[in-house]
């Protein structure tokens, strides 16, 4: 896998522009070459289940389909659409920040893969997926 062309401090600020991501809470808290780690906070607005008070699973989606989009983009040098996308769910997600762990598993001319874990607090596998992005350069 090639190196990384952004750095930690440039795919932080890359990771925030974004007006949905600043809601969401996204912080990028590692990279190195072989993947990037996101902190979520959880917010009350994540309830999907007001008397179990457990996570929509559009939250946990949401971070699969991110995390390895921004995996790729430091590799890149920008973020890319995604075009095709496939989580499993493997617990709820009850209150409690959440971390994404995301990998670039390969870099094409046209289409790159990525996946993705989300952990809960206490470091369980709570979601995990596989993402096709378009990473054909701009013209």
Do not use: C
Request: proline share 6%.
């Amino acid at each position: 896998m090639p190196e990384n062309k952004m750095s930690f401090d440039e795919l932080a600020q890359r990771l925030t522009v974004a007006p949905f991501h600043q809601w969401m809470g996204l912080k990028l808290v590692a990279m190195d070459e072989d993947e990037i780690v996101i902190e979520v906070p959880w917010r009350e607005e994540f309830v999907v289940n007001v008397d179990v008070g457990y996570t929509h699973e559009g939250i946990l989606a949401t971070l699969i389909d991110v995390a390895p989009d921004y995996a790729i983009a430091a590799k890149l040098g920008r973020p890319v659409p995604t075009i095709d996308m496939r989580v499993d769910y493997h617990r709820a997600a009850m209150p409690g920040t959440l971390t994404v762990k995301a990998q670039a598993l390969k870099l094409g001319g046209a289409f790159s893969t990525g996946e993705a874990q989300v952990y809960d607090e206490k470091g369980k596998l709570l979601a995990s997926g596989r993402g096709v992005y378009f990473t054909t350069p701009p013209k």
